[in-house]
């Protein structure tokens, strides 16, 4: 089965907390703090994946958690919750499902994204000493895991692109290799949007596109080529169909020469692509006509094959071509390389709103604080507040009109506002 879209759940591990732990040995009355600080949650790690060609697996396993960072124990360490590598094919697009927004094109084979990043260890009692704080009695806790349902849409990257002119056969031919079942008709542009097949061949599978009719000028924007070149610009290799019919009275070897022409004025990276030459329609024309344009295009330095989609002949001889031509293809970069792994943003935005119950802090920032702050320990609290009036935030509700005594709410949590702590 072929599957295109999925939607998956990651989440990524929580932060483990930080301990509160104080030096103890005999005859020292108060020893110094030494407590150490949680291990980080694990990330969830998208590797785009060449091996991988469809998100079929995704559809049995929808559902992928790392796994949690350990808190610290007095002075010793939590240890790191191990990240999650998760395997998907080169082209999935990833998409926020519940937003809609794009988020990342995994485009290239091995390409890396951090799409939920493991909650940060919590800071041990230790890290808050300051020359006036010497005995700090409070510990963060971990930061939280990052969550996400998204949709995975596999954007099938062409292997192949046939070109050639309007009513050359392309789509009669890719649908006598795919299961693609595109409109074919005998009037030229036919074809408007390109239209992909998956050809199976032994073990093995590739993907066609059979592209919309190209005439002169296509690639300064005459007709429909220019938009679908960019699309050609992605495959790897190119089949050219030249049409000999006695239906069509042009001269196929000029007919070559100017679609190879608009190749070139597009771009020279399209140009050097490799390629086969396919004289299609045989079963209309005598044999010693195909053999005569044969030799002919064969001076342009491409295996050169004749084909009928009416008949099959030399079908099958054409998928192996076409599967040896991947093959030895070089792979095409179509963006410049990522760099080793990138992730998700973080948004540090915050701001207040007025409510009848009171005041909301909207923000990830602010809310990962409260978050991580033991609510049951008054010194933590303490420094929340402090951390809190650094950015502005006490000001800001201060302005707005907060007193003493009223409620302000971040994330899942109510305080009492109060100016000084
Ligand atoms: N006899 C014969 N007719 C063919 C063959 N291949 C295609 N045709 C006919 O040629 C006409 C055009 O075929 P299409 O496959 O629509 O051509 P196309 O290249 O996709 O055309 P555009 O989409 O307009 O660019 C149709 O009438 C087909 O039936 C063939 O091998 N033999
Ligand atoms: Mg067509």
Redesign the pocket.
Known sequence: MFMDEAVVEFRSGKGGSGAVAFYREKFVAHGGPIGSDGGKGGDVVLVADRNKRTLYDFKLNPKFEAPSGEHAVGNKKGRDGKGIIVKVPVGTVVIDAETDVPIVDLNQDGMKFILCKGGKGGFGNLHYTNSIRQAPNFAQKGAPAQHIVAKLELKLLADIAIV??????????I?RISAAR??????????LVPNLGVVKHHDDTFVVA?M??LIKGASEGVGLGHQFLKHVERCRAIVH?VEC?PLDESDPVANYELIETELKNYSQAIYDRPRLIVI?????TAKDVVEKLKKKLAKFNHPVLE?????DHNISKLIDAMADLVKNAPEVITTPVASPAFERGYDTHWEVEETEEGYNVLGDRIQRLVEMTDLENKEAIRYMHKRLERLGVIKQLREMGAEEGDSVFIGDFEFSFTDEM
């Not at 595109?182 to 074809?191: E, L, N, R, S």
């Open positions: 050639g002119l309007p009513n050359a056969g392309k789509s009669t031919l649908s595109p409109k074919i008709a005998d009037y030229p542009f036919t074809t059979d919309p009719g169909l019919s299609s329609k045989i079963d209309m084909i009928s989609s009416a008949t």
